[in-house]
């Protein structure tokens, strides 16, 4: 299966904390966003990457949120100081995007963050 | 700012019932539209989706739905449902225009389907 990947799946830290999440999109996709997922909500924008370029952060994005993509491939998410409102499942999608063209993102299976 | 309100939150049906979810979006230019399914303990998947062209767009599992413009509507429709439908149901859109790509999703509607 050559779909989006996440890792890890679950992630339970300390209020505090710094973790970080990996994404790894569907090969050759030049554009990977990441979305935010509470219970009973649909997903929320954070940020998109186009290659290596982050083109758009939503104001969600405060400065405790920092996500990259070095080498246009796999992109990381960290959160720093997290805080117990940061418990969520965080989803990444990645897409061919065409000057143009919409594109169609697919989604990965999400790592769900519970801060304790 | 662009919003999508889907307006079932939950409904329960039984096997062979009709369903139609309900989706507004506000958006004053050229949208691109979807409707996401997320299986009990799976990942988001795409149902169909709208660009442009022959507003009655056709999915997978028998699910279809259709654009009306003057509207703002991206109704979910199927002619007859099965146990295996129970999930929950996104419809998203992202404005034509600018290509950014960016989904602004509605809160989702949880369907269950009764054997």
């Known amino acids: 299966d050559t779909g989006v990947s996440q890792n890890p799946r679950h992630k339970i830290t300390k209020r505090g904390q710094n973790v970080t999440f990996r994404c790894d999109p569907i090969?050759?996709?030049?554009?990977l966003y990441w979305y935010r997922q509470t219970l009973g909500q649909g997903p929320e924008f954070l940020t998109y990457f186009q290659n290596e370029a982050q083109l758009e952060k939503s104001r969600l994005l405060s400065d405790r949120f920092s996500a990259e993509r070095p080498k246009g491939s796999f992109s990381t998410l960290e959160i720093q100081r997290t805080e117990q409102g940061d418990s969520a499942m965080y989803l990444c999608?990645?897409?061919?995007?065409?000057?143009?063209?919409?594109?169609?993102?697919?989604f990965g299976p999400g790592t769900r963050l519970t801060v304790l | 700012a662009q919003s999508v309100s889907q307006h079932n939150h939950h409904v329960i049906l039984s096997e062979a019932a009709s369903l139609e979810l309900g989706c507004n979006y506000s958006?004053?230019?050229?949208?691109?539209l979807f409707w996401y399914v997320q299986y009990p303990g799976q990942h988001l998947q795409l149902l169909l989706k709208y660009f442009s062209g022959d507003p009655l767009v056709k999915g997978i599992k028998g699910f279809e739905a259709e654009f009306i413009k003057s509207k703002f509507s991206f109704n979910l429709r199927k002619p007859s449902v099965q146990w295996s439908d129970t999930a929950e149901y996104f419809c998203a859109v992202n404005g034509g225009s600018s290509n950014t790509g960016k989904l602004i999703f509605g809160q989702g509607t949880t369907l269950q389907v009764k054997p």
């Open positions: 958006y004053g230019g050229t949208v691109n």
């Open positions: 999608a990645s897409s061919s995007a065409l000057a143009g063209v919409p594109d169609t993102q697919y």
């Open positions: 090969s050759e996709h030049n554009r």
